[in-house]
């Protein structure tokens, strides 16, 4: 029925177990899996216009430390899917909209199920603004299976 299913995390508890569950599935049908994960693109910090010393961040460190969470994160998650005999891919993008993000990945990886928690790390912004899972529901044409 499956044959592809994108697995999106953020490093959450739940989104983690959203995957561990998503990694089961893929089981059962013999899928294969892409796990991704989103990170904004960088971004100075300024305060009207001017950049002071105490607020620049070198955008190489910051990449870097990005990337060195992503690899834990991803790899955490590749290693449960290997050691249930499931096939992974990893996926480590860098974008400001999560939601479009994900969409573009699984339609790029001929993904044909994304399972992803109800939400993640969003506090009050994702209050006020609404989660990623229900703008990837929305703008999704693949079928999204929500873990709550």
């Known amino acids: ?4 299913i994108l697995i999106p995390t953020d490093g959450s508890e739940l989104s983690m177990q959203a995957g561990r569950r998503a990694i089961e599935l ?6 294969r899996t892409t796990i991704m ?5 960088f971004k ?4 009207e216009g001017f950049v ?21 994160v ?24 999560p939601h479009l ?10 993904c044909d199920l994304i399972v992803m928690g109800s939400h993640g790390y969003g506090g009050f912004k994702q209050l006020v603004l609404g989660s990623e899972t229900s703008r990837v529901l929305s703008h999704s044409k693949v079928p999204v299976l929500v873990y709550r």
């Open 52 to 72: 002071g010393p105490s607020m620049s961040v070198n955008k190489r460190e910051w990449e870097k430390s990005v990337a060195e969470r992503a690899s834990k």
């Open 1 to 4: 029925m499956f044959t592809n």
């Open 101 to 110: 993000a994900i969409v573009d990945t699984a339609k790029k990886n001929g």
């Open 44 to 47: 100075q910090l300024t305060d």
């Open 26 to 31: 893929a089981k059962v049908f013999k899928a």
């Open 37 to 41: 994960l989103v990170s904004p693109t």
């Open 74 to 97: 991803l790899d955490a998650a590749a290693t449960e899917a290997k050691s249930a005999g499931v096939k992974c891919e990893t996926v480590h993008v860098f974008r400001d909209l």
